[in-house]
Nanobody, 120 residues
Framework: QVQLVESGGGLAQAGGSLKLSCAAS????????MRWYRQAPGKQRELVATIGSIETIVHADSVKGRFTISRDSAKNAVYLQMNSLKPEDTGVYLCNMNVYTTPSRFVDAWGQGTQVTVSS
C-alpha cells in the first residue's frame, strides 16, 4: 500500500557532502513522523534523525552540527543533508515513516536503504 524509495547515496571523501532523499507513494492520508536510520556492518541500527509533523527535529549526538533532516510534506518526502562526512558515517541509510492511510490507521513504512561510503 505504501512504498518508500530512497536515493542520493554513494561514495564521498571525508569532509565531503551527500544529500539523501526519500519519497513515499501509495495510499497516503498524511505522514506523521519521518526518520533516518543507518546500519553499519557489524553494528546495531542507529537512529540518525527524526522530524515530526510540525517539524520538531532531533539529531543524534554523533551527527549534530553536520547532518540536517528536513521534509517536504507536499511531496511526502524527507531529506538528509550530510556535511563534513567521516568514515564512521559509512553504512546503509534507511528512511522510516509513520504513514497514515486513513485518519486513524497508519503503516510503519521502511525504504530499501541506500549505501553511503565515506573514504578517508
Amino acid at each position: 500500500q505504501v512504498q518508500l524509495v530512497e536515493s542520493g547515496g554513494g561514495l564521498a571523501q571525508a569532509g565531503g557532502s551527500l544529500k539523501l532523499s526519500c519519497a513515499a507513494s501509495g495510499i497516503i492520508f498524511s505522514i506523521n513522523r519521518m526518520r533516518w536510520y543507518r546500519q553499519a556492518p557489524g553494528k546495531q541500527r542507529e537512529l540518525v534523525a527524526t522530524i515530526g509533523s510540525i517539524e520538531t527535529i532531533v539529531h543524534a549526538d554523533s551527527v549534530k552540527g553536520r547532518f540536517t533532516i528536513s521534509r517536504d510534506s507536499a511531496k511526502n518526502a524527507v531529506y538528509l543533508q550530510m556535511n563534513s562526512l567521516k568514515p564512521e558515517d559509512t553504512g546503509v541509510y534507511l528512511c522510516n515513516m509513520n504513514v497514515y492511510t486513513t485518519p486513524s490507521r497508519f503503516v510503519d513504512a521502511w525504504g530499501q536503504g541506500t549505501q553511503v561510503t565515506v573514504s578517508s
